[in-house]
């Protein structure tokens, strides 16, 4: 099986990291992208160098799915580690393993510490658990690699006390762009839903409460649905089993085909398949069908389990992300939940990488409700509208900066000039990145005209040191030269080259620093290309 472009980025990346010394690294792409296939080919290398490798999941069908894509891509078998089977004596160099079986101590004892050279976490959000821990402490000087759909910052940050780096990220606007994923369209319902008496339980609402409140309104979605997914392939997520039973009554009442799964159903298999050949229309279920469910023709996805955690909100989306022939795109039915807490999850929170833009774009998207928005022009609108409020302020510090004649760069201008979104919504995720920035670095810095003393942390002095050099690398304008022209008022400097910004800065000393030369508006200029 020939890899994509990307999945052979992600396979040489994590060998980089290995051969550089990292013991722990991390995958993540977004769901639909072939993360198993991945790692498959990442174990295919590992046997070829003579490694023992450990597959570790927390649900048997994850193992299942594991071995299977395995197989078909690579041609390797597995031994099986969970319940009454054990790998130990077979000649397999693969073993899928249940973590739920690993972690009892009498199982783990009858291994060695050097038993496993690698370990491959699928789902690596949930490694963090004291069963996770207990088989990777077990074997210390294994190489693990997780891997896991696009997580939250909260996240990242929490991996981050295992995990070493980051070895390669695949993002889900890419992943829609280069044509691996379906294009989403998002359509707000203008039908609130209250949530505000909603509490909380283990960071996220309590699943019982949110049941109770959406109670009220289960007939006026369906009616909603009515307008919009009569001729869609649905999947629904509820908060518990009996809603989930509830609300497929209710669409049936209202003219769907609808069904319902969940984890006690003994007809589970027969009405997914049935649902994938089209006797049903929509599929309910209570969060059953968030990790492991592959039905590339669903092209609607209608979240009833509002959530604060990211990883999950994408788990559930993923059901409809994947590509498949006839589908132009997924629609995503978002509703107006009311709610004084403001981490809720919305279309938003699949595509901003930046809490700020997420805001707008949830704004936005709210007032266009009724009407499908593509998130990635909904992405892109709200960057603007952000942009144009950060200059407005930026504007003013500007003035104040100028009294104050600094000799350097504020960074926040600098990311600004350049619109770097990367930068400014920078949020470190790894030890070494929370750290202060070093001696070196502020040294470095100065020197390249960037004012270090508003840099709170190494990882984000890192990220400018290797923005500065690689617009030294593309003949772009360099702090200073930004600095000095928007003095004069020339807007968006850190778009312009190196020559253009010396060019316009050598007109404006031989006019004795008077100001823009005559015939040219600052505000208005743009150099040639």
Request: aromatic share 8%.
């Amino acid at each position: 099986m020939e890899l994509r472009p990307y999945q052979e980025e992600a396979k040489q990346a994590v060998f980089r990291q290995w051969e550089a010394g990292t013991l722990h690294t991390l995958l993540v792409l977004p769901t639909g992208c072939g993360k198993t296939i991945v790692f498959a080919k990442v174990i295919e290398e590992c046997v070829r160098q003579g490694d023992r490798v450990l597959i570790l999941a927390h649900r048997g069908e994850l193992l299942e799915q594991a071995a299977d894509k395995l197989h078909k891509a690579t041609g390797l078998r597995c031994a099986t580690e969970k319940a009454d089977q054990t790998c130990l004596g077979s000649w397999y160099r693969v073993v899928v393993g249940s973590v739920q079986s690993f972690m009892r101590q009498s199982r783990l004892k009858r291994f060695s510490e050097d038993y496993f050279d690698i370990v491959i976490i699928d789902e690596a959000h949930h490694c963090l658990s004291d069963g996770y821990q207990r088989v990777l402490e077990h074997f210390p000087n294994a190489r693990v690699l997780g891997v896991t759909a696009t997580p939250d910052r909260g996240d990242m940050r929490n991996l981050g006390e295992y995990f070493e780096s980051l070895a390669y990220e695949y993002t889900l606007p890419k992943a829609i762009r280069e044509g691996y994923l379906s294009p989403i369209k998002a359509l707000t319902i203008p039908l609130k839903l209250d949530l505000s008496g909603v509490g909380i339980q283990a960071g996220d609402f309590k699943a019982g409460e949110i049941s109770t409140a959406l109670d009220p309104y289960l007939h006026q979605i369906a009616e909603e649905m009515g307008r919009y997914c009569r001729d869609r392939k649905t999947v629904v997520f509820l908060p518990l089993i009996k809603t989930s039973q509830k609300f497929r009554d209710i669409l049936n009442e209202a003219g769907f085909q609808a069904a319902e799964v969940n984890g006690e159903s003994g007809d589970r298999a027969e009405v997914l398949t049935d649902f994938e050949a089209g006797r049903y229309n929509v599929l309910c279920n209570s969060m059953l069908l968030t990790e492991g469910w592959d039905c590339p023709s669903v092209d609607c996805i209608v979240v009833l389990r509002p959530t604060k955690v990211r990883s999950l909100y994408c788990q559930m989306v993923g059901r409809g992300t994947r590509l498949a022939p006839g589908k132009d795109h997924l629609l995503l039915l978002d509703f107006l939940w009311h709610t004084e807490r403001h981490e809720l999850c919305h279309p938003a929170s699949l595509i901003c990488e930046s809490d700020e833009v997420a805001k707008k774009m949830t704004e936005n998207l709210e007032e266009a409700a009724g009407c499908p928005v593509d998130l990635e022009e909904a992405e892109k609108t709200a960057a603007a509208d952000v942009v144009a409020q950060r200059e407005e302020a930026l504007a003013k510090k500007l003035s104040e900066m100028k009294r104050r004649k600094r000799a350097l760069v504020d960074p926040l201008q600098f990311e600004m000039s350049i619109q770097a979104e990367d930068l400014s919504g920078y949020v470190p995720a790894f030890g070494w990145e929370m750290a202060p920035p070093s001696d070196k670095q502020k040294t470095t810095l100065e020197k390249l005209g960037i004012l270090p003393d508003e840099i709170d942390s190494a990882g984000k002095a890192s990220k400018l040191l290797e923005r500065l050099e690689k617009r030294k690398q593309e003949g772009l304008s360099t702090p200073k030269q930004i600095r000095r022209l928007e003095m004069y008022g020339f807007q968006h400097v850190g778009s312009w080259s190196f020559e253009a910004a010396k060019n316009m800065i050598d007109r404006i000393a031989a006019g004795g620093w008077k100001g823009a030369p005559r015939g040219i508006i600052p505000q208005e200029y743009v150099p040639d290309r």
